[in-house]
């Protein structure tokens, strides 16, 4: 499975509060599962999903950051084995929290956006996923 992180450096609501960084503020997850591509976001009117059509993968995340100008960062991640996890609907329901139980990347719990982007960095070969491509505004 393909997981791409989309980090972005505004948001709204309480969350803005909680962010503790300037570059990443909010954050969703574009998944592909061999079938097609599935943007799922947690905003103020709850969890979204659409299918996106893209033809080349490559090309997409190239282009992506002039097609939005609010975008801080993207990992794209392979995941070879994804965690098995029980749902909690107790549990904090964060973008980041949502994102990462989304993709079934065995991490632990995150707190923010920005610990969410730096334990998908740590855990790099660690854990049963690899990051194909990373990238960052400067």
């Known amino acids: 499975m ?3 992180f989309l980090f972005y450096d ?3 609501g309480i969350n803005k509060s909680l962010t503790f960084s ?3 503020k909010h954050c969703n997850i574009i998944t592909f599962d061999g079938r097609g591509y599935v943007m799922t976001t947690l ?3 709850g969890i979204s999903s659409r299918i996106i059509r893209i033809g080349n993968l490559s090309k997409f995340l190239k282009r992506l950051p002039a097609l939005m100008p609010d975008l801080s960062s993207i990992i794209s991640t392979f995941i070879n084995c994804r965690a098995k996890r029980k749902w909690n609907p107790l549990s904090i329901n964060s973008c980041n929290e949502v994102s990462r139980r ?3 990347i065995d991490l632990p719990i995150t707190f ?3 610990t969410l982007y730096y334990y998908l960095i740590y ?3 660690k854990r049963e996923y690899d990051i194909d491509y990373i ?3 400067t």
């Open 135 to 137: 990238w960052r505004r």
């Open 123 to 125: 855990f790099n070969g």
């Open 43 to 45: 905003d103020q009117t």
């Open 112 to 114: 923010n956006v920005a």
């Open 10 to 12: 505004k948001t709204h």
């Open 2 to 4: 393909i997981a791409i």
């Open 102 to 104: 989304i993709s079934g």
């Open 22 to 24: 300037k570059d990443l």
